[in-house]
């Protein structure tokens, strides 16, 4: 134990800040991570999503496409592992929150490149679209509700 009272940094801002000091060619590997981490939301894969975010990938980053959408713009329009959706979403959020109010309300105001989207714009737009004709429709009401999850901390914040 170095310096008797030190306290160790943990979480998303701290591996951030770690990989901040590195330059050179980890810049470029630190572009892969994203893109990976961009990959591993559309794919659904809660756990490696978990465990980027508390190995402190940057969940802000546009990617490189002609919307540039973020990781939460990916998980509000739906992946392809759909019942992972909402704790994807609830881990994003989470690690924004962790980080303060600013950087929380950065990463839900994050535009859409082509229409000005937000991550909450593609959530309603999604829960709209869920909305069949037929209430006796479990699979439908389910996926409503679970864009009505996400709506609601993407508007109020995540409960405390």
């Known amino acids: 134990r170095l310096g008797g009272n030190r306290q160790r940094a943990t979480g998303c801002y701290a591996a951030r800040r770690r990989r901040r000091h590195v330059g050179g060619a980890s810049g470029m590997a630190a572009e892969s991570e994203e893109l990976v981490f961009r990959q591993k939301v559309r794919a659904g894969d809660l756990g490696s999503v978990k465990q980027m975010l508390k190995a402190g990938v940057d969940y802000a980053q546009a990617g490189q496409t002609v919307r540039q959408w973020t990781p939460l713009h990916i998980a509000c329009w739906g992946s392809l592992k759909p019942q992972n959706d909402r704790e994807i979403v609830e881990a994003i959020l989470m690690c924004a929150n962790k980080e303060g109010k600013e950087k929380f309300d950065a990463v839900i105001a994050a535009k859409d490149a082509l229409d000005?989207?937000?991550?909450?714009?593609?959530?309603?737009?999604?829960?709209?679209?869920?909305v069949g004709n037929s209430v006796d429709d479990k699979e439908q009401l389910d996926e409503k509700r679970k864009f009505d999850k996400i709506v609601e901390w993407l508007e109020k914040g995540l409960p405390a």
């Open 116 to 130: 000005g989207k937000t991550p909450c714009d593609l959530a309603k737009e999604r829960r709209d679209a869920c």
